[in-house]
């Protein structure tokens, strides 16, 4: 307590050509000087050393509370669906007048695109939340590394509400386009979710969804595993280099949505702005392959990681 006094009171020698300083210094010297109570002089302590350590703020919570957690998995979503539907839209609103041309880089773009915005969202709320980003990573942590089940429907409720408020500002954005390629909505909805190649065979789907998340728990579990060979501030890269890798090997039967938040949060958006053959509420009802799929491919990916690589791990 007397090393803050004696640091307050040096402030006032050094502020005397301004005097308005140092009254306001010279009050806070005195006012700590004063300070009997060891509560009020821990107070005063704790307050001090956290402007010394966080002179801006940061980190003066340990541990973010639930509602800090929900806010990361909504802000981390919101940025990968609007990296994710954006690039979309640049490829479908705006075609070539070249027969034979590949449009604004087409599927390659796409899936890099994809990629980036799981990166971008794992950026924003790793540190807070640990960017599940996806309600099937959050029920394969929670089955297999003690997420606590009490956040699995917070988490998930976040994470769609960020897809669609993120699906809304792309066709907030693209309004004039939409308006000029699809006046009438009725065959872009693609733009913010996903549709089977084969609608008469919706297993195919389910088939390819499955396999797909299967990879990606599979390689999440991996990457993020302490006992394996965790690459530190890398994990974020690798993990959208991942879902880059899935959407170019497994990106045609089913658009490759891998996350029921990505598919879904959207999809109800294009149910609210009036898209028709929405897959929802009109067309066909192959809503429900993007979020089956990836729950059951995550358990099973995660489910081999652990029984197949990390029992055979040394502990740390």
């Known amino acids: 307590m007397n090393n803050y006094v004696a640091i307050l009171r040096t ?49 003066m919570n340990s541990k973010p509370t639930l509602g800090a957690e929900l806010i990361a998995e909504f802000l981390g979503t919101f940025v990968l669906i609007l990296f994710g539907t954006g690039v979309v839209a640049m490829v479908v609103l705006f075609p070539t007048h070249n027969p034979g041309e590949t449009i604004h880089g087409g599927f390659t773009n796409i899936t890099l695109g994809w990629g980036l915005g799981v990166t971008m969202g794992i950026y924003i709320a790793g540190k807070i939340s640990g960017a599940h980003l996806n309600p099937a990573v959050t029920l394969a942590f929670a089955i297999f ?43 872009t909805a693609g733009v913010f979710t996903t549709f089977p190649a084969f609608p008469e065979l919706l297993s195919a789907g389910l088939l390819d969804q499955a396999i797909g998340t299967a990879l990606l728990l599979m390689m999440i579990f991996a990457i993020t595993d302490e006992r394996n060979q965790p690459p530190g501030n890398l994990v974020p890269i690798l993990i959208g280099l991942v879902v880059v890798a899935i959407g170019m090997a497994f990106g045609g039967m089913h658009g490759y949505a891998i996350n029921p938040a990505r598919d879904f949060g959207p999809r109800l958006f294009t149910v609210v702005a009036g ?36 029992r055979f791990l040394p502990k740390v």
């Open 11 to 59: 402030f006032p020698q050094m502020s005397r050509a301004v005097p308005h300083i140092y009254v306001t210094f010279q009050s806070l010297a005195n006012f700590a000087a004063g300070l009997k109570t060891a509560r009020a002089r821990s107070w005063l302590g704790r307050l001090l050393r956290g402007a010394q350590c966080h002179p801006h703020g940061e980190g």
């Open 145 to 187: 590394r003690k997420f606590p089940w009490a956040k699995v429907i917070p988490y998930s409720l976040s994470q769609t509400a960020g897809a669609f408020a993120a699906a809304a500002v792309v066709f907030w954005n693209y309004h004039p386009a939409f308006l000029k390629v699809d006046p009438q909505l009725d065959h």
């Open 275 to 310: 898209f028709k053959n929405n897959g929802l509420t009109d067309g066909g009802n192959i809503f429900w392959v993007p979020i089956v799929g990836p729950i059951v491919g995550g358990l099973i990916g995660g489910a081999v990681y652990d029984f197949g690589i990390r």
